[in-house]
């Protein structure tokens, strides 16, 4: 479970993840988004990132939309998978959300990720 803005964050043993409103309480979206049980979440509040990782190996990058006018959205932006690794933490280790640590259950082992931004060509 984590806290983000508004929203707290759940994730269940059958690997969805819940957003609930801290306010009112109501469930604000649900994402069937691995295939075992989701073992950590973290948040990264500059950017509003969201980050799962699940028993499945697969961790996934998500940007939560609250402002208005669009309604509550959950948008995935990056997923990658580790294999036959059951993940057992994984955590943004900045507040951008641009850096990752994943680890995993067997493993001696901290896997770095680094998110960066695609630049447009003209």
Known sequence: MSVLRRQ???GTLRGRVLFYSISGGELMAEVFAHARA???ISV???S???LTGSEDGRFIVYKLHTRK???FQV???FSDEL???AIMGAQFTNGRGS???VTCFDRNAIYGYRIVKKTESI
């Open 8 to 10: 707290v964050i759940v």
């Open 38 to 40: 989701i073992t950590c």
């Open 44 to 46: 990264a509040p500059e």
């Open 48 to 50: 509003a990132y969201v």
């Open 69 to 71: 006018p669009q309604a």
């Open 75 to 77: 948008e995935y932006r």
């Open 83 to 85: 294999p036959n690794c």
């Open 99 to 101: 850096s990752i640590a």
